[in-house]
């Protein structure tokens, strides 16, 4: 009985209603640790350990956009030493990822102000970008020193430049103008926005490209999050009615 119940919670109906961009913020590391008498940081390496399935289950799935919230723009408050350990994780994490991108051709990006990492980390994800950007199979974005906020105010002092330079007619600046000037240009919005360990806020995290995402909340640490989770969340975005303003019978029609 039990794994019948297994096999049909892991079976995923594609041929209606798929999510084609999913947000995770990849929350709990510290918590999951603590409660395992560890250093924070023991957290953070089980959890950068998940991206791997995560991102084959969201490929099994055909989900063809997965966001990863690895690092805000708040998070530099943290102390110290759990800033460089994440610093010193994520080399460690592209490096023994970038194979796998490259073998499965899937493109990987950034958001976030990346410039401002250490020289180190920028390199080497500046090198992987360009070795993947003509892969189209699935893309996995990162988003690195990322805060809605933060990003915002880079794309308005971008506007107001191009604006003075009579790149942009003022006059004509509408929503899809705007969203161009974001760090998620030519990324489609997200559908399903996921965060783990039962926080239920968004952190600032793709606070306008979510205006319309279904939102997912677990209780589950980011290090236990497997495949068995994110199919689990799928199955629940494809039992949701996205309305966009309009009543369910004009979505009938
Ligand atoms: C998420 O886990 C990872 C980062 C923010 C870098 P946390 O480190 O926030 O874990 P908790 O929320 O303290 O448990
Ligand atoms: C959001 O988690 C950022 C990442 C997951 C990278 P936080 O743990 O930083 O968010 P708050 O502080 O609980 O809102
Ligand atoms: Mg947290």
Excluded at 16 to 41: S, T
Excluded at 105 to 129: H, Q
Excluded at 197 to 214: D, F, H, I, K
């Amino acid at each position: 009985m039990y794994e019948f119940y297994n096999v049909a919670m892991n079976d995923i109906d594609k041929s209606a209603n798929l999510p084609r961009h999913v947000a995770i913020i990849m929350d709990g590391n510290g918590r999951w640790a603590k409660e395992r008498g560890k250093p924070r940081i023991d957290g953070h390496i089980e959890g950068s350990k998940r991206i791997r399935e995560v991102l084959s289950a969201a490929s099994e799935c055909g989900v063809k956009y997965l966001t990863l919230y690895a690092f805000s723009s708040e998070n530099w408050n943290r102390p110290k030493e759990e800033v460089d350990a994440l610093m010193e994780l994520l080399k460690n994490t592209i490096r023994e990822h970038s194979e796998d991108f490259i073998k499965n051709k899937v493109r990987f990006r950034t958001i976030g102000n990346v410039g401002k990492l250490p020289s180190n980390c920028v390199e080497l994800l500046e090198k992987l970008k360009e070795q993947t950007k003509n892969f189209d199979s699935a893309t996995l974005i990162l988003a690195l020193n990322y805060g809605s906020r933060d990003e915002i105010c880079r794309a308005v002092k971008n506007i107001i430049q191009d604006a003075a330079g009579k790149k942009i007619d003022p006059e004509k600046i509408d929503w899809p103008v705007i969203s161009s000037y974001l760090d998620t240009d030519a990324i489609p919005d997200p559908d399903l926005m996921i965060r783990t360990s039962g926080e239920m806020r968004l952190s600032n995290y793709l606070m306008m490209q979510a205006a319309y995402a279904e939102l997912y909340f677990t209780k589950t640490y980011w290090p236990d999050f497997g495949r068995d989770e994110f199919i689990k969340a799928v199955k629940e975005y494809q039992r949701r009615e996205r309305r966009y303003g309009l009543t369910t019978d004009q979505l009938k029609k």
